[in-house]
């Protein structure tokens, strides 16, 4: 399994060549391209830890060792990072407005890691035709729509409020880098505008002296720098994660299972089967290799990272969109050059001068990520619809999916008792699956094989 085949005389391959995943360059051309992988998925995999009060570098270094884990478990035949999922974002803000901490945050997500290996062991023995049945496009894109946008409230009320300005300025930069820049630099624009965000922050406190606008910690309005590096100053250039999180937990803790909470969080084991499955189809795809063999061992060999990563306060995982851009642009495909990318991710996790320098963005440069990441995640509910030829000409479509997204995105909520209590994402991925197969099965539909040879169910 440790044997990569040198090809192309280990040089840059030429134009239309390309290097298979059990294959690699020279080991210093593999290394500047694991490198090139962790600049790839750096912005969004610390920037996601930080908005759901998780530690940016226990993010990072566990992004490492669970990029580590999926390759073993893969058996080096699936070339992909694990960074910071943000499937979770909005279950944790409602679990932390009910009133949860960081442990009832990784002990609810810890369980959905679990449900996702066992969905990937699944899958593994029994195929995939059990979870489109289940599952079909119209009901997973209704879901990653209603969880992305059930996150709108936290960028209106949290982050935004903290710099209107610089966070206009950030979302624009943020949008422009994306689209107008070309290959590499348009997959590292979230990164691109932290850093612009950054700076500019930094101008603002030098010319027009602090700001006046709403701290959460503080949970008042308070004149403030943007941007305070008193505990950057402090922090050890190396070191393990530690410390205490803004809540008081401590940054490695054990967690902490409540059932409310895990059901706030199941919904985004969905989205992760979806990001999941669409990956390694990509990854496919681009390669030309057979990957359905391995497609239960991404999914479980996911969750059973997200679960280690928060049984020690850890972030929740997710294979990397921004790393198979990457791919896409250099057809190298060598998971040689990712266990460097996860190497050079766990050095960075032991560096808490670096987490310092994360945990002292200012708060409007989030408000300017977050604005444009999380309608992204809620337009990728959009994404799977378009690309599975949803009929919304069909009642099924409509009828079926429509109250479950207004409930999610509302955080409608159905009580059951002072102790107990559905609401927002939770229960709004209940009535999209149930709503939408108590009508679809009322009317008995035909079968049919879309574009990837799979058998999905459409309403006649």
Known sequence: MFKWDVVHDGRTPPPGEAVGPRERLSWGRTAGLGAQHVVAMFGATFVFPVVMGLDPNLAILFSGICTIMFLLITNNMVPSYLGTSASFVAAVAAIRSQGGDSADVTGAILVAGLVLAVVGVAVHFAGTSFLHKLLPPAVTGAVVMLIGFNLAPVVAGVYWP?????????????????????????????????????????????????????????????????????????????????????????????????????????????????ENTGHVKAVAEMTGDDLDPYMGRAIGADGLATAFASAFGGSPTTTYAENIGVMSATRIYSTAAYYFAALVAILLGLCPKFGAIVNAI??????????????????????????NRVDFGDPINIVGLAAGIIIGVGNVTLVFSDDFQLGGIALGTIVVIVFYHLVAWKRPGTRRTDEGGEEVTRAL
């Open 362 to 387: 200012p708060g409007g440069v989030l408000g300017g990520i977050t604005v444009v990441l999380y309608g992204m995640i809620g337009l990728v509910g959009a994404k799977i619809w378009v690309e």
């Open 162 to 274: 903290q710099d209107q300005w610089i966070a206009l300025l950030t979302a624009g930069v943020m949008v422009a880098a994306a689209v107008l820049l070309p290959g590499f630099w348009g997959r590292i624009a979230v990164l691109l505008a932290l850093i612009f965000g950054y700076v500019v922050s930094w101008l603002a406190d030098v010319v027009f002296g602090p700001i006046t606008s709403f701290v959460p910690a503080a949970g008042e309005e308070v004149a403030h720098d943007r941007v305070s590096w008193a505990a950057v100053e402090a922090a050890d250039w190396v070191g393990f994660p530690s410390g205490d999180l803004a809540d008081g937990v401590s940054v490695v803790h054990g967690p902490s299972f409540s059932l409310t909470f895990i059901l706030l969080v199941l919904p985004g084991v969905i989205a992760l089967i979806a």
